[in-house]
């Protein structure tokens, strides 16, 4: 079997310019590798068909951009033309979208193949992906471990090497989350940088697409294609073309970077604390300013987000009620029979818990109880962050409290999903660029990830950290759970 | 009579007459084939997005100043969630916290009769779709979701269902002047809720609000009846219940809809999908700048070129005709014969053949011509009905025309001496009357004149040859 | 405090969300939207805030789209993804009349 998608992007964009390999021989090998690790439940949908004919089609195309021909795998809540977008939820099953999304175009503008659909939560409401209605992808770095979520399939297909590339959403930490529990990167970019046209939303005020790669370099490349305003989506942002790479090789000398206690306290495994506190170190050797700071509201975090994201929800999610499309209960005898019980069918527990409550926050005197005071300390939420940056360039921490945990633990907590995302879901709130990148690995051979925080627009300073760090820390992050020398204790 | 005052308060939707809708670029249009005027997020479709139509805003803004309000510069949306099938995406996009317009007026009634009812807000938001109802399902149509409309909401300041009726005939006046909308109550384009409280004291009683009323009048209907129906309640010492009712055209009663539920069931939120609209200094100047005469300015502008009271009344009826007038405002015409001709004969002529002035040849240059003409006597009062016809239809010029229907105007002075003279001889009786100073006796004579000349003779040349001629004799 | 939600009240957020509950889900919602909003309900403990709103995260003002028909479809694109149609209508239960 080739290994040409274990090549970094700049060398399997020589063999393609030299010929040596066609877009066809990546796409085989991305499906080989699907079919190989079918256990590990990565996608939803495959585009063979679709796939192998596009790779057909740029065999005599000038390859006119480092990503061309590049398998890529997105996430299933980005609808993509004729290709069933299910929201991993019964409600979509069978839904077969008639556009793309935005940044579908955009990706098939620079002539990246796309793979198929990833698993998630359903209607990427979770942090493990196990309310998938197609049941939870495994972490490749121990098949009895969460991958994460809600991209946890996205994370899937590029820690296990399936494709190089996969676009993600992150409305409250679910790009960055997975990323870390799989060992790869993962870029929330500032809200407004990528169109959410075509995104289905969860939570609109803080939904944002993201790339998922295997490293930092390919990240700033996917993120170069996917950016821009878009006439579609009124939130999306004008801003000068830029190269996200362009600090890349820069030295980190002089940075300065804040480390809010909250994220080193003991809310905190105690082994991910340390890699934080390790990482500081190497950055201080490098020249960088390394500071622990209070950063306020931090802790307030997770109830403004269980706010606001379950209040825009339960509006978001009301379109599905049976009557355009989707799932409807072919039984009814009447108008409130269509809309009870197609969503009370069509609809997982997370989802209609969280519609529940988020419906119940916005009725009568709530709205302002509840709604519009969370809008209120999200306000002071950027603010604080406003005064953070004016002293340093970014801030870093954990992504996650732990290491990837087993799959079914929790399960009926309902609270558990957001006390996972507690250091990942203030960026959010705020809306500033956050971004994972492994920086090593628990005892138990998990990987653990760096939360690097930017003020808005400065990803490409976020990605010449990641670089060095990356760098300096030399990883080897390719899973092999097959070969048992992964074990669980 | 009782000794309730009634207290109303209207708010009335008004479909903009925009070209697309008003968060997407789907034509507004009625009457086309069913879901034809649609995109994908006038079906809600997972993923789209709304975008904002800046001449829907433009309209709006112009009502808002047309009724006098204060311009809210910085505005965001707000979301109002209900499940309904017409509500495509489960909320209404609408304006609750930051309305484009407040504190505005409708001034109605005239001099020291007038009253001012004071405007609470004007807002935009979005039509639902159509619904048609069968015994077993109903069918949706999704071309009417999503257009543009502006609610207006007056405060409790009507105190009759004559006011309340004079309120929405200026109200239909001054947005039609404005050019927002159709105003068409029959297609649905306006539509009016009405609520309606009585009350012995100034403490407002409870009030009831009375939905869907197609016709202005029934408005006034409506509004009575919910009166006497609550003041027969009350006269039972049965408590008014606030609640939602609707007014059937066929019984001319008020029918219980529902009863208001508890506190807001709304809930509404500010609109994510949309940040900040900011209307500029500039824009609002333009759009202030641009708009279309209004009601008042007009009859101002009437009544100083001497219209009658009288046709400046039908002329404000008729937009069309107004606007006609309007482009001669700047000329040097006599504008008392422009709207004799406009609203007589012309007018006679569009009813008849169902045109629109704009269907006929009568441009500006060719209106002014038919003024000279008149003026200079070239045709007269009673021969412009001969060509008037082939003048609105045709290219040709008034001479062509008299040439072509063998008109002649009767401007030889010798010729006109001629028939007086003729005339004064067979009338001595008359002559003698008017030596006896009796006037009649004049108007007589010219009677006899134009029947003579067939209507040809210039009345001013007539008069002045036929006085001199009566000296004498 | 009681640490569940009664009956009723588990019915009315159900009845808020249009979303059909049994019996059975009743007892797990009495508990599972209890520690929920027992969490929310900790904005209450926030005391000193601004009163600024933070609606979305982009400051910038927007730009209007012209008043320019485009991107109208043809209903038979969206025909396969409907439930139930009739002719060019979309069908559904008999909307009761108010």
Request: overall charge negative; some cysteine; aromatic content about 6%.
């Amino acid at each position: 079997m080739s290994k040409y998608l274990d090549l970094s992007i700049t060398e399997i964009n020589e063999k393609l310019k030299n010929k040596e390999i066609s877009p066809l021989d990546l796409v085989m090998e991305s499906f080989d590798r699907i079919e190989q690790n079918k256990e590990l439940n990565a996608f939803i949908t495959l585009n063979k068909e679709q796939a192998i004919k596009d790779a057909k089609e740029l065999e005599m195309a000038e390859v006119d951009n480092l990503l061309f021909g590049i398998p890529i795998a997105i996430k299933d809540n980005i609808v993509t033309k004729d290709l069933r977008t299910t929201c991993a939820s019964k409600m979509l099953a069978n839904f077969v979208p008639i556009y793309n999304a935005s940044v579908v175009e955009k990706i098939k503008n620079k002539h990246m193949i796309i793979i198929g659909k990833t698993n998630m939560d359903e209607f990427a409401m979770g942090s493990t992906s196990q309310t998938s209605y197609f049941k939870a992808p495994h972490n490749p770095w121990n098949l009895k471990r969460i991958a994460g979520g809600s991209s946890g399939g996205s994370a899937v297909a590029v820690s296990s090497r399936m494709t190089p590339l996969a676009l993600g959403s992150d409305t409250g930490g679910s790009i960055r989350q997975p990323a870390s529990y799989t060992g790869i990167v993962g870029m929330k970019p500032t809200y407004g940088r990528v169109s959410r046209y075509g995104l289905i939303a969860f939570a609109s005020s803080l939904d944002q697409i993201g790339p998922m790669t295997r490293n930092v370099y390919d990240n700033a490349l996917l993120l170069n294609a996917i950016v821009g305003k878009d006439e579609h989506d009124l939130t999306s942002v004008d801003k000068e073309d830029e190269d996200f790479t362009r600090f890349m090789k820069q030295d980190i000398k002089g940075m300065k970077i804040a480390i809010p206690n909250y994220f080193v306290s003991e809310i905190v495994d105690k082994e991910i604390v340390e890699k934080v506190h390790d990482v500081a170190s190497l950055l201080e050797k490098e020249g960088v300013q390394v500071d622990y700071v209070d950063l306020p509201y931090l802790d307030k975090s997770v109830t403004l987000y269980q706010i606001i994201a379950m209040g825009e929800a339960s509006s978001n999610l009301a379109r599905f009620d049976g009557i355009r499309y989707g799932y409807s209960y072919d039984k009814c005898q009447n108008l409130d029979d269509l809309y009870l019980k197609s969503r009370q069918e069509g609809f997982g527990d997370e989802v209609k818990r969280r519609i529940m409550v988020g419906s119940y926050l916005l009725s009568g005197e709530n709205a302002k109880t509840y709604y519009d005071k969370a809008l209120m300390i999200r306000d002071d939420i950027c603010k604080s962050f406003a005064k953070c940056f004016a002293k340093y360039d970014m801030i870093i921490g954990p992504t996650t409290t732990t290491v990837a945990y087993n799959l079914g633990e929790d399960m009926d907590n309902p609270l558990k999903a957001f006390l996972d995302d507690v250091l990942v879901i203030p960026v959010n709130m705020a809306g500033l660029p956050g971004m994972n990148i492994p920086v090593g690995f628990s005892r138990d051979h998990m990987p653990i990830g760096l939360h690097i925080i930017g003020n808005y627009f400065e990803e490409a300073k976020m990605y010449q950290l990641a670089s060095r760090l990356e760098e300096i820390l030399k990883l080897s992050l390719q899973p092999n759970y097959r070969e048992g020398g992964i074990k669980d204790e | 009579m009782s000794d309730y005052k009634k207290t109303v308060g209207i708010e009335v939707h008004c479909e903009l007459k925009t070209n697309t809708k008003m968060f997407s670029s789907a034509a507004n249009a009625y009457g086309d084939e069913a879901n034809s005027n649609i995109t994908l997020l006038d079906l809600a479709y997972p993923g789209t997005l709304p975008t904002v139509n800046y001449g829907a805003v433009m309209l709006a803004l112009r009502a808002a100043l047309a009724l006098n309000c204060e311009i809210n510069e910085d505005m965001f949306f707000d979301r109002k969630n209900y499940f309904y099938p017409d509500l495509p995406k489960g909320y209404q996009i609408t304006q609750a916290r930051t309305p484009i317009g407040i504190n505005g007026y409708v001034e109605i009634g005239e001099d020291e009769n007038s009253k001012k009812i004071r405007i609470h807000d004007i807002h935009i938001e979005e039509d639902t779709a159509k619904s048609v109802h069968q015994t077993d399902h109903s069918y949706l149509d999704f071309n009417r979701a999503g257009v543009p409309l502006i609610e207006i909401v007056t405060e409790p300041d009507m105190t009759s269902s004559d006011e309340a009726m004079l309120y929405l005939e200026k109200l239909r006046q001054l947005l039609l002047y404005a050019d927002v909308s159709d105003c068409k109550m029959e297609e649905g384009s306006m539509r009016c809720d009405v609520n309606v409280s009585i009350s012995k004291t100034e403490q407002l009683g409870t009030r009831t609000e009375i939905k869907n009323i197609s016709s202005i009048r029934n408005v006034g209907i409506a509004i009575d009846k919910e009166a006497t129906r609550q003041e027969e309640l009350l006269n039972q010492g049965i408590v008014i219940q606030e609640e939602t009712r609707r007014f059937d055209d066929v019984s001319g009663t008020t029918i219980l809809m529902r009863v208001k539920e508890i506190g807001n069931d709304y809930r509404y939120f500010p609109e994510p999908d949309i940040p900040k609209l900011h209307l500029s200094k500039e824009f609002i100047r333009d759009t202030k700048d641009n708009m279309p005469m209004l009601p008042d300015d007009r009859i101002e502008a009437y009544k100083k070129r001497n219209i009658s009271d009288i046709n400046i009344k039908k002329l404000l009826q008729n937009k069309p005709l107004s606007d006609y007038i309007n482009l001669f405002l700047d000329e040097d015409i006599d504008f008392v014969v422009l709207s004799n001709l406009l609203l007589g004969d012309i007018s006679a002529y569009l009813n008849r053949t169902m045109k629109d002035l704009t269907d006929t040849n009568l441009s500006k240059t060719r209106c002014l011509e038919l003024l000279t003409s008149l003026k200079e006597g070239k045709i007269t009062n009673k021969n412009i009905k001969d060509i008037l016809i082939d003048y609105l239809e045709t290219t040709k010029d008034v001479d062509t025309l008299l040439k072509e229907k063998g008109i002649e105007n009767i401007n030889d002075t010798e010729l006109l001496i001629k028939i007086i003279k003729n005339i004064i001889e067979n009338n001595p009786e008359s002559v003698e009357a008017y030596h006896n100073g009796h006037d009649r006796a004049i108007k007589y004579l010219m009677g006899q004149i134009m029947k003579e000349t067939k209507g040809a003779a210039n009345p001013a040349v007539a008069n002045k040859l036929l006085q001199e001629e009566l000296k004498k004799v | 405090m009681t640490d569940k939600l009664s009956r009723e009240e588990v019915l009315h957020v159900a009845h808020l969300a249009r979303i059909n509950i049994n019996d059975a889900e009743i007892e797990k919602y009495r508990v599972q939207l209890k520690e929920l909003l027992d969490e929310v309900d900790k904005i209450k403990d926030v005391t000193n805030y601004d009163k600024d709103m933070m609606i979305t995260p982009v400051k910038e003002e927007i730009k209007m789209r012209p008043d320019v028909e485009k991107d109208t479809i043809s209903f038979s694109l969206v025909r396969d993804n409907i439930p139930h149609t009739s002719g060019n209508l979309i069908e559904v239960p008999v909307m009761i009349h108010e």
